[in-house]
Structure formats: structure tokens, C-alpha cells
């Protein structure tokens, strides 16, 4: 089975990717490539970031690999938290402070549409090829379920009624943006 190496240090990620591969591909971890390392995301675009840590990883192995940048991305906050969805209470990178902060900025607004967007680097045989995959919804008044990570428990997305934090992986993958950007990954793979 073919090996790519994943390049992130979110084990959610990984898991809702594995889900998706269901065994066509072997996914390595950072860890279990032997790579020890805090991902760089130094860059103003999801575009920039998720090459960022591809290249990254290729240099110190030279194998096939793909790294991801996600961010939530809100219509009346003008696009807001974005590509800093991660820090966006602070360097902390804390989930709760960050929905915290992002209802708080909502408030009183009527328009509580958002949209994640994933942008996936993928480097295979030395060459590098990006892949999109959008998921849009709205955000709640108020955080619910246990699933997920991020901003999950106040995400529902497109003709669903439960948000990602209340649906299992598989429902989530059904809908979400990573999958979305996966999916295009895994064709391309197919034809390459
Ligand atoms: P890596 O850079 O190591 O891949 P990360 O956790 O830093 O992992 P990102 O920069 O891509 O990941 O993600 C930014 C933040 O966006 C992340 O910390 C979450 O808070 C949020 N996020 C990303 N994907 C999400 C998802 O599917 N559901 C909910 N929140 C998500």
C-alpha cells in the first residue's frame, strides 16, 4: 500500500483522513516518520501555510506527502478568524476562548453564515498540486455536542440540523470541507 506522510500535529485531522481512506492509502504521522518538529504556519494565506508544511516535511524525508490549512471563515466579521482561526483568542490556540471570543463578536449581528475552507499541498514525485474543498453553514447562539475539535460544536453546516460536534466522524465527513479537499486529493492519486 502506498505511504504518504500526513504533516500535522492535530490528531483530529488525522483520524477524520484515515476515515476517509479507509485503507486505500497508508497515512504516516509526523511521529511515526520520525519527524519531530512544530509545523511552521508563518504565512497571511491558507494557500501559503499548507505549502509551507509540505515543503517542510518533503526536505527532511524526499517522500510523498500533504500538509492542510483550515480556517472558518464568517460573513459579517469579514472573513473573520480565517487563516488565524487557530490563535484567534491568543497563542494558546485554545478552542474554548476561541468560540468564546467568536460569539462574542457575533452578537447582536443577523447574519451568522461562515464557511470552513480547507487548502491541501500535496507533494508527490517532487511536484506540488493544491486541492479546495469549502463547507458552508452558519454559526449557533450557543456551543453543542462533545465530538469534533475547533470550532465544531458551533458549526452547522448546509442542509444539516446538528452541528459537526454532534455528529459522529462519518456524518462530519459527509459534509466537510476537508473531505471535500481529500476527495479530489485521492482522484488525483488515482490518475497520477
Ligand atoms: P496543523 O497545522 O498541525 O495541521 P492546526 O490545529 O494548527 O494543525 P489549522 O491551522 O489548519 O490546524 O487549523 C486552524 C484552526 O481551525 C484549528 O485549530 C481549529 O480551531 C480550526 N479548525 C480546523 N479544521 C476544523 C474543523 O474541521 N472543525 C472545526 N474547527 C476546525
Known amino acids: ?106 452578537e447582536g449581528k443577523t447574519d451568522r453564515s461562515a464557511r470552513f475552507r480547507t487548502v491541501i499541498s500535496l507533494i508527490h514525485n517532487g511536484r506540488e498540486r493544491q486541492f479546495e474543498g469549502l463547507c458552508e453553514g452558519k454559526i449557533t447562539e450557543t456551543p453543542r455536542g462533545e465530538g469534533g475539535f475547533g470550532y465544531d460544536p458551533v458549526f452547522i453546516p448546509q442542509n444539516a440540523t446538528l452541528t459537526f460536534a454532534e455528529m459522529s466522524m462519518e456524518e462530519k465527513n459527509r459534509y466537510s470541507h476537508r473531505a471535500k479537499a481529500m476527495k479530489q486529493l485521492i482522484q488525483f492519486l488515482l490518475h497520477a
Request: hydrophobic share 35%.
Open 1 to 106: 500500500m502506498q505511504k504518504i506522510i500526513f504533516a500535522t500535529n492535530n490528531q483530529h485531522k488525522i483520524e477524520e483522513i484515515r476515515a476517509i481512506l479507509k485503507g486505500q492509502y497508508e497515512i504516516m504521522t509526523l511521529e511515526e516518520a520520525g519527524i519531530h518538529i512544530e509545523i511552521p504556519e508563518p504565512y497571511d494565506t491558507l494557500e501559503e501555510n499548507a505549502r509551507e508544511k509540505a515543503t517542510t516535511v518533503h526536505k527532511l524525508t524526499g517522500l510523498s506527502c500533504f500538509g492542510e490549512d483550515t480556517g472558518l471563515e464568517t460573513r459579517s466579521l469579514n472573513g473573520e478568524p480565517g487563516v488565524k482561526s487557530a490563535r484567534y483568542a491568543g497563542e494558546e490556540r485554545d478552542f474554548a476562548a476561541n468560540i468564546e471570543k467568536l460569539l462574542r463578536n457575533l
